[in-house]
C-alpha cells in the first residue's frame, strides 16, 4: 500500500540467485499489480540451466519486463522516454 501511495507502479528487481529467490519475487509484484523489470545482467544464479528456463519463463509469462543493466541506466537517463 505504501509503494501505490507513493504512485510507484513498476519495481526493477535484482538479486543473488535468480532461479530461487528473485524469480519469485517478479512473479509476486506483477500479482500484486507493479510492472516488474528484472535487471538480468544484475541477478546471479547457481546452474546456467536455470537461470535461462527463469527468464524464459518470465518472458514468456509476458508480465515481466527483461532487460540489462545498460538499458535501464539508459533509460532512467532519458527520463523514460
Excluded: H, T, Y
Excluded at 505504501?2 to 528473485?22: F, K, N, P, T
Excluded at 500479482?31 to 519463463?57: H, M, Q, T, W, Y
Amino acid at each position: 500500500m505504501v509503494l501505490r501511495d507513493c504512485g510507484i507502479s513498476s519495481l526493477a528487481i535484482v538479486g543473488v540467485v535468480l532461479e530461487v529467490g528473485v524469480e519469485p519475487r517478479a512473479r509476486d509484484a506483477a500479482d500484486l499489480g507493479f510492472l516488474p523489470v528484472l535487471i538480468a545482467d544484475a541477478c546471479g544464479s547457481v546452474n546456467e540451466g536455470a537461470r535461462k528456463r527463469s527468464l524464459d519463463a518470465l518472458a514468456f509469462g509476458g508480465n515481466c519486463i527483461v532487460m540489462d543493466s545498460a538499458r535501464i541506466c539508459d533509460l532512467l537517463v532519458r527520463g523514460g522516454q
